[in-house]
């Protein structure tokens, strides 16, 4: 009876480690899932319409006057 009683604690301790392993590889699993920092994101999204308005704004007639001239050039106008 005590062989039994050994054999049984050892199957359950058994058990337990396996759930707890089991356990573990479920929250890796879950903190790899991870999308990311979203207001990281938005930052970076909003610097860069700011970056582009910005030089829009310094360079954008001159890029006008370079893609009219193109536009001609290719066209046989100029």
Do not use: C, H, Y
Not at 1 to 30: E, F, K, P, Y
Not at 49 to 71: E, K, M, S, T, Y
């Amino acid at each position: 009876m005590n062989n039994r009683i050994s054999g049984l604690a050892m199957l359950m301790a058994t058990s337990a480690l396996v759930g707890l392993d089991r356990l573990a590889m479920a929250a890796r699993s879950l903190r790899k899932s991870e999308r990311g920092d979203v207001p990281g994101w938005v930052m970076i999204t909003l610097m860069t319409a700011v970056l582009v308005a910005a030089l829009l704004a310094v360079a954008g007639p001159r890029l006008g006057d370079l893609f009219n001239q193109a536009i001609d050039r290719v066209s046989g106008l100029g």
